[in-house]
């Protein structure tokens, strides 16, 4: 899989380079209402299965000024859907700490869902 | 970082060098001396703090001091006429407007800029007008008397 | 709170050039009401604060050509209290009246509070309903957004970086015409909506038929909204109260809100029709000149 290229289409993400085998870093801006973060922090491949076409992630990240970040787990899977479709499903579960947390749970879960679906659309475009 | 700042604190120069983040609650209690102004929520909210900047009430807990630079201030210690007390403050005695007082200085800045702008209010519009200033003793009911009454003193003694 | 430096330019080129020079790393300060307590909460850490305060022109309020011009660095107490304003568009007044108090209105700016992008507060329904544009400036010139396509998302605007609101404009309503807003207060008098509706509703020359409606409410979803199937429903109909029912049902499937303390989304959902519903009723009552 090309990280670098997936990670890019995350809303965000500002740049994407491995530091090891199956681990990258890089850096995300996120911006949750009134707080902007510009976390910095690595995803490690923790699983990938080419004949299922899955992959498992963990990723951890940070803004040292705001004191806020995410850590959590993500499972994107490709489902064959006919020769000229691919659906893109992605599992993820993520918390989120300091700044951000303190936000409260109904608007982290529409942000979430809102680069969620950034996300997919990019991957759709891109590929 | 620090900034030197002017201000008329109850028709009193005074120059002040702050850190830019002070807020104004705290300048005046803690660089001028001034603790009749009190500081109790601390986001806008019960108007304990509330003082006059260029005639207008403000929440000072929230409010910079290197913002006011230049500004006029009243505070609770510049009401009274020498030693005459505001007809607003003494109506609060003579009609027991509070109990443990942290409210007061508040509700006396509060009263006194309705008194400036609407010198004949009726009471929903003093209602209306003190919404900003909380009290958790009285009940409101005596506060309401003490406004009412004060002001018609201030009305009087101004004829 | 951080330590920051606190800039007071007395142009507008000379905050522009400041906003540049910091970035990100900047914030614009206006009444300090919004800005202030993220500051105290440490949401945000800016380096450097541009105040607008000394800039000088920036606090007019100008009826002309139809339309009024309202500085960004208008008090809210200002507004509600302008004898102009109170004639030409009284429902400004009665909307701004509804912002916190009086101490918190004579600190919070007409473009802080709209810069400030919280879906929870009073201006934005009233003056979506009126048709309002926002004036955004900035060292490369000056572009007009219609205030129901300036907010984004939750505390989020269509300020690009380097911009400052400087103007909003308010179209004045026809002849004919009647504005209403509701702020639904169940908690407290100072609180924040727990859901809010603006209506304006203008009638065909000497007609019973609405000409031109808009209804836009707040705290129904990430920004403030504005009821588009609602307006389609009742536009170009005669304003029966049983049409009002109808149209106003319809605002469910344009509403998202959040849950909070102030009640769950399925409460505010139905809040949303029933308060939609009573600022076109109320909008209907205030018209001026109802035709006999
Ligand atoms: C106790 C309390 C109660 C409140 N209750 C209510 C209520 O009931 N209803 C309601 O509607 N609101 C309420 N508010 C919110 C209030 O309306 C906002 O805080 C206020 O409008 C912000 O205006 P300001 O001038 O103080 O902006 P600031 O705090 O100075 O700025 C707010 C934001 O806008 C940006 N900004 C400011 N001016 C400009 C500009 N000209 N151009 C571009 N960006 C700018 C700032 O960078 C900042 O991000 C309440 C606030 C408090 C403190």
Redesign the interface.
């Known amino acids: 899989m090309d990280m670098p290229r997936v990670g890019r289409c995350f809303p965000g993400v500002k740049e994407v380079e491995a530091d090891g085998e199956q681990s990258y870093k890089g850096t995300m801006q996120v911006r949750v209402g009134p707080v902007s973060l510009n976390i910095t922090g690595n995803m490690v491949v923790t699983g990938l299965d080419k004949d299922l076409w899955q992959a498992s992630m963990r990723v951890e990240g940070a803004d040292r000024r705001l004191g806020g970040g995410v850590s959590g787990e993500m499972l994107v899977n490709l489902v064959d859907l006919s020769d000229s479709e691919t659906e893109v499903v992605v599992k993820s579960d993520i918390s989120f700490m300091g700044k951000l947390g303190e936000l409260g749970q109904p608007i982290i879960r529409k942000k979430a869902d809102s680069i969620l679906r950034e996300f997919a659309d990019n991957i759709s475009r891109q590929f | 970082m620090d900034k030197t700042i002017h201000l008329k604190v109850n028709g009193q120069d005074h120059d002040l060098t702050v850190p830019a983040q002070r807020l104004l609650v705290d300048c005046l209690r803690y660089d001028l001396g001034l603790t009749g102004t009190k500081e109790s929520c601390s986001v806008g909210v019960c108007g304990a703090c509330t003082v006059l900047v260029n005639g207008k009430i403000v929440a000072s807990c929230i409010s910079l001091a290197v913002a006011a630079d230049g500004a006029e201030i009243t505070t609770i210690e510049g009401l009274a006429d020498d030693r005459r007390l505001h007809p607003l403050q003494q109506s609060f005695i003579d009609h027991g407007g509070f109990q443990c007082g942290i409210c007061t200085p508040g509700q006396i800045m509060a009263s006194k800029s309705l008194l400036d702008e609407n010198p004949d209010p009726t009471e929903d519009e003093i209602k209306d007008w003190m919404m900003g200033n909380l009290c958790r003793c009285t009940g409101y009911y005596k506060i309401l008397e003490s406004i009412v009454n004060g002001i018609a003193e201030a009305k009087g003694s101004a004829q | ?6 800039h ?1 330019p007395t142009t507008l080129d000379e905050a522009y050039r400041l906003l540049e020079a910091h970035g ?1 790393d900047a914030n614009i ?1 206006a009444g ?2 919004g800005l ?10 800016p380096g450097h ?1 541009v ?1 607008l ?1 000394s800039i000088p022109g920036l606090d007019s309020i100008r009826v002309e050509d139809g339309t009024a011009h309202i500085g960004a660095m208008c008090t809210m ?1 200002q507004v509600e209290t302008s004898p102009q304003l109170r004639e030409v568009l009284p429902l400004l007044g009665e909307t701004y009246r509804h912002v ?5 209105r ?2 919070a700016t007409i473009g802080g509070g709209l810069s400030h992008g919280d879906p929870n507060q009073d201006p934005p329904p009233s003056l979506i309903a009126l048709g309002a544009s926002v004036v955004l400036s900035s060292g490369s010139g000056q572009r007009t957004v219609p205030l129901d396509e300036f907010f984004t ?4 605007t269509d300020i690009h970086d380097g911009e400052i609101v400087t103007e909003l404009e308010v179209p004045l309503p026809s002849p004919s015409s009647g504005g209403a807003f509701i702020k639904f207060l169940p908690r407290t ?2 609180d924040y909506a727990t859901v809010s509706a603006a209506a304006v509703v203008a009638l065909e020359d000497g007609g019973r038929n609405c000409r031109d409606v808009r209804v836009a409410l707040g705290s129904v979803a ?1 920004t403030p909204i504005r009821a588009r199937k609602v307006e389609g429903a009742v536009r170009g109909r005669e304003l029966t109260s049983s049409l009002i029912r109808e149209a106003s049902d319809l605002v469910q499937d344009e509403v998202d809100p ?3 303390f102030r009640g769950s ?1 399925g409460y505010k959902r139905q809040m949303a029709q029933v308060f939609a519903r009573r600022a076109l009723e109320a909008a209907v009552a205030n018209i001026s000149a109802v035709p006999a």
Not at chain 3, 36 to 45: A, S, T, W, Y
Not at chain 3, 100 to 104: D, H, Q, T
Request: proline content about 0%.
């Open positions: 709170m951080n330590t920051f430096e606190f007071t990100d300060i300090g009401t202030v307590l993220f500051m105290k909460q440490r949401m945000v850490q604060l105040s305060r107490h916190a108090s009086v101490k918190i004579n600190m998302d939750y505390f989020e008098a100072d990430t959040l849950d909070d989304s």
